[in-house]
């Protein structure tokens, strides 16, 4: 069974690049029909699609966060990363990992990581 | 980008009670539609995928329903452990959406 595990600072200072990896265990980050996706969820609000990568090389972000985001993968870590350029305390927020199955839905999700954009 | 709304934003309802939950999207998204549960601090846990596929491992009583831009939950017989927020979510265009979500409270 995929297990998910988002690790990364727990604070990070405004106009600062927010970094967070997610260790995939249990599957192949580089096998099946997967996308690798980012989701975020601000405190007593709903959830936002932040993107997603395919380990063939194809990503999309979402463009409300005007091309801030980055999403990598590293097969030889069995891991995948989240780089949110130039944050701000709008940025605060439980982010997500999850494995979308064929770019369809969420089948997989971490257990969340609170990231707190503060001086 | 496709709007997702759901209808009630909050529900009380009581252990046994059939309920129903309605999304509409913004346009016609055919069936790429699913359901999701969260509880409180804990990540959400996908029930429905494709408008009315039962995940595997979650119960009978969950049921989704619709297609082109209205869609429906339904809990046929509410538990105990069922009190929780449910979002739905399209997959049909970029950038994927989510709805409001809606808070299943107990009566």
């Known amino acids: 069974q995929v297990q998910l595990q988002e690790s990364g600072p727990g604070l990070v200072k405004p106009s600062q690049t927010l970094s967070l990896t997610c260790t995939v265990s249990g599957a192949s980050i580089s096998s099946g029909s997967y996308y690798w996706s980012w989701i975020r969820q601000p405190a007593g609000k709903g959830l936002e699609w932040i993107g997603h990568?395919?380990?063939?090389?194809?990503?999309n972000y979402n463009p409300s966060l005007k091309s801030r985001a980055t999403i990598s993968v590293d097969t030889s870590k069995n891991q995948f990363s989240l780089k949110l350029s130039s944050v701000t305390a709008a940025d605060t927020a439980v982010y997500y990992c999850?494995?979308?199955?064929?770019?369809?839905?969420?089948?997989?999700w971490g257990q969340g990581t609170l990231v707190t954009v503060s001086s | 980008d496709i709007q997702m709304t759901q209808s009630p934003s909050s529900l009380s309802a009581s252990v046994g009670d059939r309920v129903t939950i309605t999304c509409r999207a913004s346009?016609?998204?055919?069936?790429?539609l699913n359901w999701y549960q969260q509880k409180p601090g804990k990540a959400p846990k996908l029930l429905i995928y494709?408008?009315?596929s039962l995940q595997s491992g979650v119960p009978s009583r969950f049921s989704g329903s619709g297609s082109g831009t209205d869609f429906t939950l339904t809990i046929s017989s509410l538990q105990p452990e069922d009190f929780a927020t449910y979002y739905c979510q399209q997959s049909y265009s970029f950038p994927r959406t989510f709805g409001q979500g809606t808070k299943l409270e107990i009566k």
């Open positions: 999850a494995r979308e199955e064929g770019s369809l839905w969420f089948g997989a």
């Open positions: 990568m395919y380990t063939g090389g194809s990503t």
């Open positions: 346009q016609s998204i055919s069936t790429y």
């Open positions: 494709a408008a009315s």
